[in-house]
């Protein structure tokens, strides 16, 4: 089993920056991929990036390319979304979640194991 908590929301200003921590902790060695999705009321849950337990690979979702940044902290099995350039279009409740394999995948619907999220809210 394994289990994520994400940290790191808050409240922002347009062009602003945050970063969220996602730590994963139980049955690590079994995590192919670490990944964030947000999601706001009413709408379905979006792929926002994505990163292989080796961090050899990462993708995107189109519409935060360029601006947000995925990395990975082997040491504390930590996985980062660092957020830069925030639209209000880019507030959302985030979830961090981890996909038990058995390959890394960007398609969120096989992570298995998911946080509770944390509120995301730029300003206009």
């Known amino acids: 089993q394994v289990q994520v908590m994400e940290s790191g929301g808050g409240l922002v200003p347009a062009g602003g920056s945050l970063r969220l921590s996602c730590v994963a902790s139980?049955?690590?060695?079994?995590?192919?991929?670490m990944g964030w999705v947000r999601q706001t009321p009413g709408k379905e849950r979006e792929f926002v990036a994505a990163?292989?337990?080796?961090?050899?690979?990462?993708e995107y979702g189109d519409s935060v390319k360029g601006r947000f940044t995925i990395s990975k902290h082997d040491a504390d099995n930590a996985v980062y979304l660092q957020m830069n350039m925030l639209k209000p279009e880019d507030t959302a409740v985030y979830f961090c979640?981890?996909?038990?394999?058995?390959?890394?995948?960007?398609?969120?619907?096989?992570?298995?194991?998911w946080g509770r999220g944390t509120q995301v809210t730029v300003s206009s």
């Open positions: 979640a981890a996909g038990g394999g058995p390959y890394y995948t960007t398609n969120y619907s096989d992570w298995q194991y």
């Open positions: 139980g049955f690590t060695s079994g995590i192919y991929t």
């Open positions: 990163i292989s337990w080796s961090a050899t690979r990462r």
